[in-house]
């Protein structure tokens, strides 16, 4: 079984910065890529940032610049640095990753989302 454990929301004025950890556990061959997602209430769940397992980097155009996605392969984490924090990023954020237990199939799993909550 893999698990994933996401930490580090929370309440913060716009302006702020928060930083979000995830770190996968369980029975884990390899991990491709891995990403943060996020959804607001009333919204679809949309991508904020992804980071294969090479380092390559793709972020949604309302963070870039101010999010950073990074990852340590050796220890199956990966972070969303979040500066410049406006309201409109309030969400609950949640952790995805593709993740091979045994055998070459990668499934994708979710983290069970951290709420963060961007204040005027």
């Known amino acids: 079984q893999v698990q994933l454990v996401e930490s580090g929301g929370g309440l913060v004025q716009a302006g702020g910065s928060l930083r979000l950890s995830c770190a996968a556990s369980?029975?884990?061959?390899?991990?491709?890529?891995m990403g943060w997602y996020r959804q607001a209430p009333g919204s679809q769940r949309e991508l904020v940032a992804a980071?294969?397992?090479?380092?390559?980097?793709n972020y949604a155009d309302s963070v870039k610049g101010r999010f950073t996605i990074s990852r340590d392969n050796a220890k199956n984490t990966v972070d969303l640095q979040m500066n410049s924090l406006k309201c409109e990023d309030t969400a609950v954020y949640y952790c995805?990753?593709?993740?091979?237990?045994?055998?070459?199939?990668?499934?994708?799993?979710w983290g069970q989302g951290t709420q963060v909550t961007v204040s005027s």
């Open positions: 995805k990753a593709k993740i091979s237990s045994r055998g070459l199939t990668y499934n994708d799993y």
């Open positions: 369980g029975i884990i061959r390899s991990i491709n890529d």
């Open positions: 980071i294969t397992r090479g380092g390559s980097t």
